[in-house]
């Protein structure tokens, strides 16, 4: 991995710009008086060395004045800074009245969330920019702390009291979560992201049940790759183009490849097509495919999501058949709300449902590796 | 010293200079039982440097598992263990007990012409109280480790940490006491048993600085000790003191834990401030600008110091009020340190400096320690310490003063006193190389935690697989602590070796002074022949008549001290201030250089 050397973190939530004029202010007046000490020395010490040539003579002892400069100067500027400290401070532990409530439970090892349409989410935080969110925070066991750098903000989340804090993001992204209060074995994992969307985007994943909500299929969650993050539809739209061919009606079909070979499309032969394209290349089709072999070896695409691709592209010969149309879209659909799912499952069923997952993905002290592959299986969904 | 005179009979000779503290008696048991603060401390000085390196080779492991962002060799429980045993070594047995126990024990009572500690026998119970407290705390990492973290936040430690927490919690109870015995032993000794005309303003900043550090230990180390014993009951018989499942609170202990545990930084770091005054006064050859500021600057760090222990709890849940003011309390303990810095500063003003290895750690002490006095604003600002706190940046700033300044001090202070401790002198050529490689190898180690933990690396974090943006600072980190791992390991093997083949040391090889350089190297059991009269003022040098004096006599080392005389047996008579500087220093230099 090429090394970067990021000199500071991103900054999405209103506390970030004032925050940063503060430090880099501090950061300025650090440095002003440490080269002040450094040269001071250097010199002092390069002038006055033994048997240098240097005037020694009237050397003063104590000096009142001066001592009382000394002791203003620190004394002056550390009360503005503290004034501009405090101010910030203040700022960052009143939540606006406007709020809107996000309830943050911390456990060892991982954070959950509900949002007040109770739709329910672990390891990560959907939030909207441009809105105040205050979070409701509580632990069940040790002391933690929810901790997000790009928002400049984190609170400990103690056992036995609420503990708030509050944000008003201010771009899309993901951002890093970090619980950062030492809570035991994996505290280093009991983490994940903040994904801070566009207001009209949270509120439509706010009314899907949310990213991990569980009456998504297979197929829909192969869906959302297919169209979202990996953007197959680019290429494989609902009709044959010039880049490569639909996908529709694939599955099952006879195909005949570049080397005059055929073959029926079958499971194994999807997978092999996403990992290695060219390995049987559709007859008339140029070497235009990534091969994604190497993102599953990167851990960036599982053999989960490979599965769920693969239950996409069946779905597609399904919905031919029955004549709805759920054929691949343009771009950007990730956020759009599916049709299918709108109103699917009553709330009764998807807090069920949600509660299911929540206990099911309480870790029970698995191990390193395990953990490893979790956090990916996580960011890939 | 018997340089230039004959000889004495040994046996009738009261001032036989031949006989010292340490070749008195060579039994273990000698050894064991003493109640010679001077043999005392070099009992710390082992026990001290052994647990030293024991807690570098934690922070070894460390630093190797943080190169990659999954982890090296570690499980992530082994690294909790390893990095908790680092933090609790490194604090309760070198930092807090280090500079007291060894400097402070062998030099205060020699530099205020005591003959020993007021309470001697109390000296050898507190090594052996701290020898006690080491051994549960090896034995509860023995035995399972901890993995805590050194501060023992409840309900983790209390209620849910599976290790040996309570082996630990009573090791650390018990070496409290070693350090409260220390502690009570300096403030009366400095009462009481000061030399005649050894008023309060000649006392040396060491003694300033070793006074105010017990005034710290004495009130805060109960609290401490009070606060690990309810740890322990709330372990082991679940009286409900921190956890809410019992009925308690787990933020009163961070009130009651900080409450010492921020005084312990000054405990830690005040007796460096000592060492640094000697050195960079008497290095300089001048006396150091405003004594009185300085002296009182150190008195006001112990009292302000016990008054911002919520600084470390801006997130914690304590109120905002609460928070306010403990920032604004922050900022001011800031001011006398920085006042300190000023002072050692413009001391080097017109001085006459020499740059021997003493020296060179003093003046890296300067430089790190105005770094990590700086940093601390980032964190004494509410504001800013929201998203700073508790990540590397806290790491890199706590280390800044820790090895950066109490360290650096710790090794200046070694090698300053070593030739009186031991005897011998040490090579000053590989001392100075050792004093660079510390100053380079801590400043890449340290300086690019301050910006990972700006971009938001938590400490206490074994992998980082999910950032990592954050690798390429570690790696720097890593490389750093190898050469810092390298100028540390140098003095162990020139200092050992200067004790078999060092050549022997003057009285004041230095040229220093103070009342422990006007006795014999090593010193006799009792410190001094007669009881010193002290009638100079402290640090009373004169930079301008001995720059003339080197100019007149082309001298480029001038190891004698002006003040001191010799009498016909060639044995020294301490503390006589001559009138006539010039004549008696041109006649030291000629017999003591040698």
Known sequence: MPFNFPLAPPSASTFAGPYDTLFYTLCAFTLLFTLLIFVGVIVFAVRYRQGSKADRSRPVYEDLRLELTLLGIPTILGLIFFYFGAAQYIHMRTPPKDSQDIFVIGKQWMWHAQHSNGVRENNTLHVPIGRNVRLTMISQDVIHAFYIPAFRTQMMVVPGRYTTMWFNATKEGEYHLFCNMYCGTQHSEMGGKVVAMAPEAYTAWLANGGDNSPQLTMAQRGERLYNGRLACNNCHGVADNPRGPSLVGLFGKRRTFSNAVAQVADDEYIRESILRPYNKLVAGYGQEMPAYESELIDGKLTEENILELIAYIKSMNASTAAGTNVAPGGNNLNLQPLSIRAGAAGPAVNALAAEKEYSEATPTGHGKNLGVNAYAAENNR | ?594
């Open chain 2, 1 to 594: 010293m018997s340089a230039i005179g004959i000889p004495a009979p040994v046996e009738e000779h009261p001032h036989d200079t031949r006989t010292n503290y340490l070749n008195v008696a060579h039994t273990l048991k000698s050894w064991l039982t003493t109640g010679d603060h001077k043999r005392i401390a070099i009992l710390y000085l082992i026990s001290i440097s052994t647990f030293f390196f024991l807690g570098a080779s934690f922070a070894g492991m460390i630093r190797l598992e943080l190169m990659s962002p999954a982890g090296v060799i570690l499980e992530s429980e082994t690294y909790n263990k390893v990095f908790t045993a680092h933090g609790v070594v490194m604090v309760f047995l070198f930092l807090v007990p280090g500079i007291p126990a060894i400097m402070g024990n062998f030099i205060l009572p020699i530099m205020i012409g005591a003959r020993d500690l007021a309470f001697p026998r109390l000296n050898l119970l507190s090594w052996y109280l701290y020898m006690i407290g080491g051994g549960f705390i090896v034995a509860s990492f023995v035995g399972g480790g901890i993995d805590t973290g050194w501060t023992f936040y409840t309900p983790y430690s209390s209620m849910y940490s599976n290790g040996q927490v309570g082996l630990a919690l009573i090791g650390i109870f018990i070496a409290g006491f070693s350090s409260i015995t220390t502690g009570i032993n300096f403030i009366v000794t400095v009462h009481k048993m000061r030399a005649p005309g050894m008023t309060w303003f000649r006392l040396p900043l060491f003694v300033w600085s070793m006074y105010a550090t017990s005034v710290v230990i004495v009130l805060g180390t109960p609290v401490v000790a009070i606060t690990l014993l309810l740890v322990l009951l709330e372990r082991v018989f679940h009286l409900p003191f921190f956890s809410p499942e019992l009925g308690g609170d787990p933020v009163l202990f961070q009130h009651m834990f900080w409450f010492y545990s921020h005084p312990a930084v000054y405990i830690m770091v005040l007796p460096a401030f000592g060492i640094i005054s000697e050195l960079i006064s008497n290095f300089s050859r001048k006396r150091i600008f405003g004594y009185h500021f300085v002296a009182f600057s150190s008195l006001a760090i112990a009292g302000l110091g016990f008054l911002v222990w919520g600084h470390h709890m801006f997130v914690s849940s304590q109120s905002m009020y609460e928070g306010l003011v403990f920032s604004l309390l922050s900022f001011l303990v800031a001011v006398p340190s920085a006042i300190k810095i000023f002072n050692w500063t413009l001391t080097l003003y017109k001085g006459n400096i020499r740059l021997q290895s003493p020296m060179l750690y003093a003046l890296g002490f300067l430089g790190l320690f105005t770094i990590g006095g700086l940093t601390g604003l980032f964190l004494a600002s509410a504001g800013t310490d929201v998203h700073l706190t508790a990540t590397y940046f806290v790491v890199a700033h706590f280390h800044y003063v820790m090895v950066g300044g109490s360290l650096l001090a710790f090794l200046g202070g070694l090698h300053y006193w070593w030739p009186k401790m031991t005897g011998r002198m040490f090579a000053d050529g590989p001392a100075k190389v050792s004093a660079l490689l510390v100053f380079i190898g801590f400043n890449v180690t340290f300086f690019p935690q301050f910006i990972v933990g700006w971009l938001g690396m938590p400490r206490r974090y074994h992998y980082y697989y999910f950032a990592p943006e954050y690798q390429v600072y570690n790696v720097m980190s890593t490389l750093g602590a190898t050469v810092l791992a390298l100028g540390l390991i140098m003095p162990l093997f020139y200092l050992t070796h200067s004790l078999f083949s060092g050549a022997r040391a003057a009285a004041n090889p230095w040229g220093a002074h103070g009342l422990e350089w006007e006795t014999t190297s090593p010193p006799p059991t009792t410190n001094f022949y007669e009881t010193p009269i002290v009638q100079d003022e402290v640090y009373d040098f004169d930079p301008v008549a001995e720059y003339e004096q080197q100019r007149a006599t082309s001298e480029i080392f001038d190891p004698g001290h002006p003040h001191r005389r010799i009498d016909k047996e060639g044995e020294s008579k301490p503390g006589i201030a001559g009138a006539d500087h010039s004549s008696s220093r041109a006649a030291d230099g000629q017999k003591e250089d040698r």
